[in-house]
């Protein structure tokens, strides 16, 4: 059961990665 926790670890590190950018890029915008 590894491989679960390994993908599920990925998919979250993914999506932090992708929200973090918008966020940034929406924080640089409005600077």
């Known amino acids: ?3 679960v926790c390994w ?3 990925v ?3 993914c999506t932090f ?3 973090i950018g ?3 890029e ?3 915008c409005f600077e």
């Open 11 to 13: 998919f979250l590190a």
């Open 17 to 19: 990665s992708i929200i």
């Open 7 to 9: 993908v599920l670890g």
């Open 22 to 24: 918008l966020w940034t």
């Open 26 to 28: 929406r924080f640089s």
């Open 1 to 3: 059961m590894w491989y």
